[in-house]
């Protein structure tokens, strides 16, 4: 008895898997969607503590500004002083750019916002290419050498799922402390704009990681039951890829910060940051 149970175990956890799961297919495209406007960022700004917060920032940034330009201009005084080149134009003129990032920088991370999340849901209403009814998991799971195979892929997926939802939520509190300190980075426009480089490149990544962690949720799903030639290897090394693509998925944002660290993105997004400053303050 016992081994006829044996023998028919894999056939039983197959008829359950196909009863439940498949049940689960067509919702999946809805439930993507809603993770890219769920898991959206929320814009914390607008309450009074965080608006108060900004405020000060500013305030004490505007205070930095004032003494680094008073530093600056007394050493151009002396170096004219000594006969050296000054230009005090150029002071005037970083000093200037440095005061408008102040008033507009914590706006520009608000608007980065909307576009974060207008991003995210426009990756999310792509779709999966196919028909549902072509997501056929029978196929799957009848052809599988061992369909516990599955069930020890679902257990990490079951890990990570939580683990990238709870990602979005903290891009909320990041974006909000990018824009309580966008007035301090907004400083460094009066030097070299290191900091506020800086600044950009981390707003930029923070807005870009939901839709591909929206992607890659797709990539995931395709993976595990996108119609294909199931008797092939990569068939059963669906549920695994699955696993791993999931897994790329909750890496997002370090393999951004890589990539902007690699390819010279710091420097050029910190020149896109100062053209969207100055657009933000044309139309002021």
């Not at 002083?81 to 706006?107: N, Q, S, Y």
Request: hydrophobic fraction near 60%.
């Amino acid at each position: 008895m016992i081994e006829r149970f044996q023998a028919g175990l894999p056939d039983l956890i197959t008829s359950v898997l196909v009863h439940y799961i498949s049940g689960l297919l067509a919702p999946l495209s809805g439930m993507i969607q809603i993770f890219a406007s769920a898991g959206g960022m929320r814009d914390l700004t607008t309450a009074p503590w965080a608006s108060n917060l900004i405020a000060g920032a500013q305030g004490i940034a505007f205070a930095l500004l004032a003494l680094r330009l008073g530093w600056d201009a007394l050493q151009q005084a002396v170096l004219r002083a000594e006969g050296g080149v000054t230009d005090p134009g150029g002071l005037i003129k970083r000093t200037a750019m440095a005061a408008c990032a102040i008033i507009v920088a914590p706006e520009l991370a608000r608007q980065m916002i909307v576009v974060s999340n207008l991003l995210a849901q426009t990756v999310a209403a792509a779709g999966f290419g196919v028909g549902l009814e072509q997501l056929a998991i029978d196929d799957l799971l009848v052809s599988m050498p061992n369909p516990a195979l599955l069930i020890l892929s679902i257990i990490p997926m079951v890990v990570l799922l939580p683990l990238i939802l709870f990602q979005s939520l903290i891009r909320t509190v990041e974006i909000l402390l990018a824009a309580i300190i966008a007035p301090f980075a907004a400083v460094s426009f009066a030097g070299e704009g290191a900091m506020a480089d800086a600044w950009w490149r981390e707003v930029v990544i923070l807005c870009t990681a939901q839709a591909v962690q929206v992607l890659l949720l797709y990539v995931a799903v395709a993976s595990l039951v996108s119609p294909a030639h199931w008797g092939t290897l990569a068939a059963f090394a669906g549920p695994f890829l699955a696993v791993a693509t999931l897994w790329v998925a909750w890496r997002t944002p370090h393999i951004l910060r890589a990539y902007a660290s690699g390819t010279g993105m710091q420097s050029a997004a910190g020149g896109i940051g100062q053209m969207a400053i100055q657009r933000a303050l044309m139309r002021r």
